[in-house]
């Protein structure tokens, strides 16, 4: 199963709401099997041809259909009402890749070797789905 994000770029015009949905958002997402990674903090922009990013948030969940599960929870709606008051924001789940970093079996993987065994040497396989 691919793990999923959801990115959040943020504009707070009520900090004071926005605190109080912090506060009540945590143990929700906790509850979908979600993981905070990114929540504010320094930004470096490399670039921004299509967007200026202002406060971004980062949420690692187990899958796609767990993170949309959060998004349309019964016990996140009141909270997301707070956020919405306070807050503008863009918000997209991103479906994440496979532990192995290929999205597909066509890549060369290296083989295995037993204990007692000397190790194959390392093989570049030039595979598209190569991380970046």
């Given at each position: 199963?691919?793990?999923?994000?959801?990115?959040?770029?943020?504009?707070?015009?009520?900090?004071?709401?926005?605190?109080?949905?912090?506060?009540?958002?945590?143990?929700?997402?906790?509850?979908?099997?979600?993981?905070?990674?990114?929540?504010?903090?320094?930004?470096?922009?490399?670039?921004?041809?299509?967007?200026?990013?202002?406060?971004?948030?980062?949420?690692?969940?187990?899958?796609?259909?767990?993170?949309?599960?959060?998004?349309?929870?019964?016990?996140?709606?009141?909270?997301?009402?707070?956020r919405l008051g306070a807050s503008k924001a863009t918000a997209v789940i991103v479906e994440g890749t496979s532990r192995s970093g290929h999205e597909?079996?066509?890549?060369?993987?290296?083989?295995?070797?037993?204990?007692?065994?000397?190790?194959?040497?390392?093989?570049?396989?030039?595979?598209?789905?190569?991380?970046?």
């Amino acid at each position: 199963m691919k793990p999923a994000y959801i990115v959040v770029d943020t504009a707070i015009h009520d900090h004071e709401a926005y605190e109080a949905y912090k506060a009540k958002v945590v143990p929700i997402v906790q509850s979908y099997g979600g993981e905070y990674l990114i929540r504010g903090g320094e930004m470096i922009i490399d670039q921004e041809e299509l967007w200026t990013p202002t406060r971004m948030v980062l949420i690692k969940f187990p899958s796609v259909e767990r993170a949309q599960s959060f998004l349309d929870s019964e016990e996140y709606a009141p909270v997301k009402a707070v956020r919405l008051g306070a807050s503008k924001a863009t918000a997209v789940i991103v479906e994440g890749t496979s532990r192995s970093g290929h999205e597909h079996d066509l890549c060369p993987r290296p083989r295995g070797h037993r204990a007692n065994q000397q190790r194959p040497e390392p093989r570049r396989s030039g595979c598209a789905a190569q991380p970046i």
